[in-house]
């Protein structure tokens, strides 16, 4: 990351430290990080973020992040995994479980200690991504679909930051 590029983004958060000081926010939160861009923000920031939005699925499984992310108790929040609810691993899995290839992968999100808002607008599937607490992925199916990964991301980073 270059240092005029590191220094706009801390521009920026010091800007949310300083309205976090004055009580006008509670909470601040980052989007779309990778590990890289975290763990340069957490060496220079005084106010650690309490929540992290970043792109995570399958096909971008991003297991440094979540590390990182549980190392300095920041929540992460999952968004766009429903790109690879199409793979035969994912639909073999979703006739084990006899749940639905969406269900199978908030379940995996879920397992992993990552929240997600699924978004749907269709009454039976916002029912549909509700019903996933009634059974768990074994460790091994786990892998199955850790081992999908392709580093795959289909929404760009913050790369106007960090050129």
């Avoid at 996933?132 to 074994?138: E, N």
Wanted: glycine share 4%; hydrophobic share 40%.
């Amino acid at each position: 990351m270059g240092v005029e590029a590191g220094s706009a983004m801390m521009d920026c958060y010091r800007a949310l430290e300083s309205l976090h000081d004055s009580g006008k926010v509670k909470h601040i939160g980052v989007y779309k990080f990778s590990a890289e861009q975290l763990q340069f923000l957490l060496k220079r920031c005084r106010v650690i973020p309490a929540m992290l939005q970043a792109e995570f699925h399958p096909y971008l499984y991003r297991k440094k992040l979540v590390d990182l992310c549980r190392q300095h108790s920041i929540r992460m929040q999952a968004f766009c995994f429903i790109k690879c609810m199409e793979d035969p691993v994912i639909i073999g899995l979703s006739h084990k479980y006899k749940k639905a290839p969406a269900q199978i992968i908030l379940r995996w999100i879920i397992q992993h200690g990552v929240g997600v808002l699924p978004k749907s607008k269709t009454p039976s599937h916002i029912l549909e991504n509700a019903n996933i607490f009634d059974f768990s992925l074994t460790p091994s199916d786990m892998e199955r679909i850790n081992s999908l990964n392709k580093d795959k991301c289909f929404t760009p980073y913050n790369t106007h930051y960090f050129r």
